[in-house]
């Protein structure tokens, strides 16, 4: 169908007003994932007990930005936190050098507050962090990760409620991955205990 008509062959319209889209026109383009902004699912992913996961999928990198989309991320056996490394080898290794900055911050709804901070750590930790039986829902931005000549950074957002006890907090942050080269895959892993959940990879569409 044509798109860019708003008001087209109405009895009223009196100027073209080409290029306008119409509420129609964008639901359909958005559904369709032709509309800059929109989220191409790349990979659903549900874990159980395991200490470390993988998405090494990353569609080529045709995305400027890959959103990761948490739900219900809990730790069994003990309390642990969610880390993040990149590769560059599409997923054969995983780097652990002592490229990863972040500033990290939580605020809790008792009037509690704490941050986390790291220059040139060998991961980007504290994405999540937890006592045993919390469920934490959130999400990663990660930025430019097939552009070789820049560095690869991270905006992170989540929420964290305790199963076993009325608590909750709210955790903000950012991160960067300081070296320039091409990212094609990531892995998220924890210190000791193992986790379950759910994990979604999305690509967003560049207007």
């Known amino acids: 169908m044509p798109y860019g008509y708003l008001g087209q062959n109405q009895p009223n319209q009196t100027v073209s007003n080409s290029g306008v889209f119409s ?3 964008v639901a359909e383009l958005q559904s369709q994932g032709k509309l800059g902004g929109s989220l191409e699912l790349i990979e659903d992913k549900t874990i159980s007990t395991v200490t470390s996961f993988e998405f090494t999928n990353l569609l080529e990198n045709k995305y400027d930005v890959h959103l990761f989309q948490w739900a219900g991320i809990e730790w069994v056996g003990g309390n642990d936190t969610m880390s993040m490394r990149v590769s560059n ?23 509690n507050t704490s941050e986390s901070k790291r220059t040139d750590h060998t991961s980007y930790d504290r994405l999540a962090q937890q006592l045993q039986n919390n469920c934490h829902n959130g999400y990663l931005y990660m930025y430019n990760a097939g552009n070789s000549s820049v560095y690869t950074s991270f905006t992170q957002q989540l929420n964290g409620t305790s199963v076993t006890s009325n608590y909750y907090d709210f955790r903000y942050g950012g991160g960067v991955y300081t070296v320039a080269e091409t990212i094609n895959a990531i892995q998220f892993f924890t210190s000791t205990y193992s986790m379950t959940g759910n994990m979604k990879l999305y690509g967003v569409k560049q207007i």
Not at 93 to 101: G, Q
């Open 89 to 111: 080898d599409n997923g054969s290794t995983y780097e652990s050098t002592s490229s990863y900055s972040y500033a990290v911050q939580l605020i809790g709804v008792g009037g």
């Open 23 to 25: 509420i129609t026109d």
